[in-house]
């Protein structure tokens, strides 16, 4: 007992407090007894401070586990973007070789190209979309142009009341008038808050229409003495992007000097392959859907990319890097730009390709510069571990980027076009070429030829683009290459303020992130982030704001937060809901990587026990998964008695709901982990979206993956694999189901339907 | 001897490392500061329940001599250390807490009308803002009988809690 320690026992002190407790209750309720009406003003203050006490100790653990929730979904997300990386790598790999998979397929690896642009002259066009007929039963909006407000008033009203969809011939007609509209307008759009009107900037919507409902409840709608500039990402994620961007574009045209619009990186053909858009589109439109998605490729890379308020206030949708010019961005030809994901192309004609097929057969005798500078850009991620079960694409990319000057650096650049790189290899086929320069994929053919070199100009441009939808801010000096995103630059406040101090201004608006409280401020105050899709994660994730600006050019900041169910859920409540959703999504990643992370646990767990320490733990998931979990994410794995993790329990909930018989588990697990990617080939193969492709290509795009990154697949495994999911063995499989079998169920969900 | 020693170091090392990692969740420039509006968060979230007084007089002794807004690890740990140790601000036990809502419960009744509680959770004591009684009714009144049924309503606080 007298060994000095100053801590006292845990009863001990409970102990007393609690008879302190009692007696001031006790001899207060005798009080209490004596005048049966009011409590004595000290007893109702006691008792009011008790309760307000637990109260607000109640709520802050529950902020605390928002917060944790909060940092699970981010994390994941930002990986997810890196995966984003991988699959923009592999498109450049499909463009670099297109004439070489000729043998085995033209049609195939043509379909991964832009589409030519429609020979068809605009009034053609014009005249092809008045001769689709709107039937008479056709309930919903009619719009004819010019448009009025009587038009918009209709196409809010039928978007609220969730009716029908917009005729796709009005459609049409909408993106025909916004595209020649946006064709006029420059690439940076100079505002000014003059007559005092007040501005309001709102950031990404991504989909969720009740948000931009909400807004203009709150704001009331666009008109001329009620300015807009919404910042990117109108589309993506949420379910009613369409909608979105209809009444966008209406009130565009309606209100043309009084509504802004600026694109954002999800204005992209390829970002919505992934992220939901082109799904929604092919849904809801199924005979036209195609021609809008084409036309909605020229009206995206037609949007603006920045504007500026009285010269001093710039927005953009993701930020701005150490090489940013603004003069420079208001000369490009911005429509050359259609997805982030594809480099610029000279011109798609056939005399290119014919140039391409002569040097066929060559070795490489140059190697052309960094024209393709996303992938320069990409192959600078020092984040893609080794561990991620491509054969260490990373160190082989690092070492290259590491002999290649900064992309950052253009004049570099410009003499690299004419000399080799150190290594003789092409900088940009970083994964999947041996020294001498020729692909291990088995059927293609053995040479490889170098593309023509790009004028470096078009680089230049593409890496301004990119930088300015792209970026994010950091909290460190310095501009650093975003790895998370696969695209931009982390920039930091030094960064910030040589930007400012340049062109005068005052302060940069930017989106692009979501932020709890709908935005944030950084970098001293100079830098906003707005973002205006509430609850983004899931119901009570996060609040979205939008901010009005006077000309006294002081940010005015609006919260809200849009409730999905009429009986208002308490934060407890909401919390509980963000949190499950982030930990399955947590467990559908560990799932994904089983086999890895078995692996990674059994190397801290050296005597055998099926345990590891839950810090050791910890590491080894963030080391795979390159996570950044909270350390809060036990509910995810079952504890031993001894407080250590029980590792192999976190893979326990999930069972695959139709597993293929013939499908051995190690592939299952690769399927399973790239199914997203795998499912945006797909559509890309499926030009007619009919959810069918050939068995052939089927396979031909499976190995390419496979080889590209280095995942060890039998091909024979595949080869069974395809004919046993064509079911009715005509040759096609209907991917959309093939992809279902992949999906996990969750052991919860399936106990509820039970 | 030296088992309780080691075991009281071990004690203050767990300790530490608690405070660590709930400091670390509100550090968001990863330089070992957190805004002094979040301390009241992180100190409720280490099991604490300090009265809004006990709460600013114990900034007083983590803040700096020239308040700046934020609050400096190196000054937060070793205070939050000593009240950890010594288990200051204990959480309330359930029944304290039932007793303290049936004080207020003058006419017996079993319940409290929502105005009875808005006004002294509003009035008395240290008074909620407007967003916190606006949160705690929606939680805590029967949407059928539009009351607050105080004993059902502590006892899903504390089990939710747990």
């Known amino acids: 007992m007298g060994c000095g320690t100053s801590v006292a026992t845990e009863s001990q002190t409970k102990q007393s407090e609690k008879e302190l407790t009692y007696k001031l209750f006790y001899s207060i309720t005798?009080?209490?007894?004596?005048?049966?009406?009011?409590?004595?003003?000290?007893?109702?203050?006691?008792?009011?401070?008790?309760?307000?006490r637990w109260y607000r100790r109640y709520m802050a653990r529950i902020e605390i586990r928002r917060r944790y929730t909060w940092s699970i979904f981010q994390s994941i997300e930002y990986a997810g973007e890196q995966d984003q990386l991988q699959l923009s790598s592999f498109f450049t790999f499909m463009l670099d070789n297109f004439t070489h998979l000729g043998g085995a397929s033209p049609d195939l690896i043509s379909q991964f190209l832009d589409p030519t642009s429609d020979p068809m002259e605009e009034e053609d066009r014009a005249a092809k979309y008045e001769k689709i007929e709107v039937p008479d039963s056709y309930p919903g909006p009619r719009l004819s142009f010019p448009l009025t407000v009587a038009h918009t008033?209709?196409?809010?009203?039928?978007?609220?009341?969730?009716q029908q969809h917009l005729h796709a011939r009005y459609v049409l007609q909408l993106l025909h008038e916004t595209k020649k509209f946006l064709k006029k307008l420059p690439n940076i759009i100079h505002l000014s808050t003059s007559y005092t009107k007040e501005i309001t900037i709102c950031g990404d919507l991504h989909g969720k229409l009740d948000d931009l409902l909400l807004i203009f409840y709150k704001n009331g709608l666009p008109s001329i003495e009620n300015p807009y500039?919404?910042?990117?990402?109108?589309?993506?994620r949420g379910k009613k992007s369409v909608e979105i961007i209809i009444i966008l574009f209406a009130f565009l045209l309606l209100y043309p000097n009084d509504m802004h619009l600026n694109r954002g990186n999800h204005e992209d053909h390829i970002m919505n392959l992934r992220y939901g858009f082109t799904k929604e589109v092919m849904q809801k439109y199924r005979s036209h859907g195609r021609e809008i998605l084409l036309l909605l490729q020229d009206v995206f890379s037609l949007l603006?990319?920045?504007?500026?308020?009285?010269?001093k206030v710039l927005i953009v949708h993701?930020?701005?890097?150490?090489m940013t010019d603004l003069d420079y961005l208001a000369s490009i030809e911005r429509?050359?730009?259609k997805s982030a994901l594809r480099p610029p192309r000279m011109s798609i004609d056939s005399s290119q390709d014919e140039d391409k097929r002569k040097t066929k057969g060559q070795l490489p005798a140059q190697s052309s510069g960094g024209h393709r500078s996303i992938s320069t850009r990409y192959s600078g991620n020092h984040l893609m571990k080794p561990?991620?079960?491509?054969?260490?694409?990373?160190?082989?990319?690092?070492s290259l980027s590491s002999s290649i000057p900064k992309s950052h650096r253009m004049s570099d650049a410009q003499e690299k076009d004419t000399s080799t790189t150190s290594n003789g290899q092409h900088p940009l086929h970083h994964r999947s070429i041996s020294p001498a320069g020729i692909l291990e994929v088995p059927f293609l053919d053995s040479d490889v030829t170098i593309t023509p070199r790009v004028p470096s100009r078009e680089e230049m441009e593409w890496k301004q683009i990119v930088d300015l939808l792209w970026s994010d801010p950091k909290n460190q000096n310095g501009c650093s290459p975003n790895s998370f995103r696969g695209g931009g630059c982390y920039f930091g406040p030094d960064v910030t303020l040589t930007l400012l101090k340049k062109y005068q201004l005052k302060m940069l608006i930017r989106s692009h992130e979501c932020k709890q409280e709908g935005y944030e401020l950084c970098h001293d105050g100079q830098v906003i982030t707005i973002f205006s899709a509430s609850n983004y994660y899931e119901e009570g994730s996060n609040r979205g704001a939008y901010i009005k600006l006077g000309p006294d050019l002081v940010p005015r900041f609006f919260q809200y937060q849009v409730s999905k169910s009429t009986r208002r859920m308490t934060l407890q409540q909401r919390v509980s809901v963000a949190e499950g959703s982030a930990l399955k999504s947590l467990r559908e990643k560990l799932y994904a990587h089983r086999s890895e992370l078995i692996a990674a646990f059994k190397q801290y767990d050296t005597y055998n026990t099926g345990t590891v320490s839950t810090s050791d733990w910890a590491s080894a998931v963030e080391s795979v998964l390159c996570l950044d979990l909270p350390e809060d994410a036990m509910p995810l794995v079952r504890l031993a008695p001894d407080g250590s993790v029980e590792y192999l329990s976190c893979f326990e909930d999930l069972h695959m709901e139709q597993p293929i018989k013939e499908v051995t588990p190690s592939l299952v697990e690769t399927l399973y982990r790239y199914r997203t990617d795998l499912e945006i080939i797909f559509n890309m193969i499926d030009k007619d979206h009919s959810g069918l492709i050939s068995i052939e290509e089927f396979r031909q795009t499976w190995r390419l993956f496979s080889s590209h990154l280095h995942v060890h697949v039998d091909n024979a495994a595949i080869d069974d694999l395809a004919r046993s999911i064509d079911f009715n063995k005509d040759g096609s499989i209907d991917f959309n189901e093939f992809l279902e079998a992949f999906r996990v169920v969750h052991k919860l969900d399936s106990k509820e339907k039970h | 001897m030296a088992e309780e020693k080691e075991s009281a170091e071990a004690m203050i090392s767990e300790i530490h490392k608690q405070i660590t990692d709930a400091f670390d969740v509100f550090d968001h420039e990863f330089n070992k500061t957190v805004d002094v509006r979040e301390v009241g968060t992180i100190i409720r979230s280490l099991s604490c329940c300090p009265s809004e007084g006990e709460l600013h007089d114990l900034l007083a002794e983590i803040e700096e001599e020239e308040p700046t807004g934020y609050i400096r690890f190196e000054k937060f740990l070793p205070t939050m250390t000593k009240v950890l140790m010594e288990r200051r601000y204990r959480p309330i036990p359930e029944d304290v807490l039932l007793q303290a809502f049936e004080v207020l419960d003058q006419e017996k009744k079993g319940h409290l009308e929502p105005e009875e509680l808005t006004k002294y959770m509003s009035e008395e004591g240290e008074p909620f803002t407007q967003e916190e009684m606006e949160e705690m009714l929606s939680a805590a009144v029967d949407?059928?009988?539009?009351?607050?049924?105080?004993?059902?309503?502590?006892?899903m606080m504390t089990v939710e809690d747990n």
């Open chain 1, 30 to 52: 005798q009080r209490a007894d004596e005048s049966p009406k009011a409590p004595s003003p000290a007893l109702a203050m006691k008792a009011a401070v008790l309760i307000q």
């Open chain 1, 153 to 162: 008033n209709a196409l809010l009203k039928a978007f609220k009341q969730q």
């Open chain 1, 229 to 236: 500039v919404f910042n990117g990402d109108f589309v993506d």
């Open chain 1, 304 to 311: 603006p990319l920045a504007t500026i308020i009285d010269n």
């Open chain 1, 318 to 322: 993701g930020g701005v890097s150490d």
């Open chain 1, 335 to 337: 429509h050359k730009f």
């Open chain 1, 387 to 398: 561990s991620s079960g491509a054969s260490s694409p990373s160190s082989s990319s690092s």
């Open chain 2, 143 to 155: 949407p059928d009988k539009n009351v607050i049924l105080y004993k059902d309503y502590v006892g």
